[in-house]
């Protein structure tokens, strides 16, 4: 079939859609005449298709906006660590009087252990300087007299500032090592004084001096008649 064949074709066709319309178009008045007379009969035709329309497009709706709710699901941000640390973060537990009362005393007791290291660490220095390579219980009386001094008024009302005085004891230095071996002997001692154990001897032996083989401790700085004299073999 040549060009001019389907070009002929084509006007056919046009023309008989256009005289389709035409005829439509002339016979629609009397269409609408025809209608408007049997509007009665066609009233109940007419109400079931605007009910079926106004179904359909309420379901459209319904299913365009639950898929643009589902989207929207979709497109939320995961949360960020720091939101989910916020999210399972557990609920603060108020601590009851009887709950307060025990964190406080085990602090106090934890402040008093390092009180007490810290004191028995002080007294190893000034056994490493005094009383190195005496016996224990000759260790033992140095501790004890640093102790009678603390509670006494004529020295400071401390173990650590008793113990670092200038010019009181052999060989002091806050830079003297302490060793297991003196640290365990002056704990040993501070610990039973806190806790209000047995002395070795009385609270007025506040002066020592000391040998390669003894310790003695006197109850006065001079020594005389009235002085009284604590001897341990060292």
């Known amino acids: 079939m040549n060009f001019t064949a389907i070009m ?25 005449r025809r209608a408007w007379k049997n509007r009665r009969d066609l009233a109940p035709v007419l109400g079931r298709y605007a009910i079926a329309f106004m179904l359909g497009a309420l379901s ?11 989207a929207n699901r979709e497109t939320v941000p995961a949360p960020t ?6 999210m399972e973060a557990p609920e603060v537990h108020e601590l009851t009087p009887e709950e307060l009362a025990a964190e406080q005393a085990r602090q106090m007791e934890a402040m008093q252990q390092a009180a007490i290291q810290r004191e028995a660490q002080a007294m190893a220095r000034v056994l ?15 501790c004890w007299c640093i102790i009678n001094r603390t509670e006494s008024t004529l ?16 060989g002091y230095s806050d830079d003297n090592p302490v060793t297991q071996e003196l640290y365990d002997v002056a704990l040993e001692v501070v610990q039973t004084w806190h806790d209000g154990g047995i002395r070795m001897f009385s609270k007025e032996y506040l002066f020592l001096t000391w040998a390669e083989h003894e310790i003695i401790l006197r109850t006065t700085f001079n020594e005389s008649g009235n002085t009284r004299y604590y001897h341990v073999d060292g």
Request: glycine share 2%; hydrophobic share 45%.
């Open 155 to 170: 020295f400071p009302n401390s173990i650590e500032e008793v113990c670092s005085q200038p010019v009181q004891w052999m």
């Open 128 to 142: 490493y300087g005094t009383a190195l390579h005496n016996s224990r219980e000759a260790q033992k009386a140095v």
């Open 8 to 32: 002929r074709n084509t006007q056919k066709i046009s023309t008989r859609i256009f005289a389709t319309i035409y005829v439509a178009l002339l016979q629609l008045p009397d269409l609408l």
């Open 60 to 70: 459209m709706v319904i299913i365009f906006r639950d898929r643009d709710a589902k």
């Open 81 to 86: 660590a720091a939101a989910v640390d916020i």
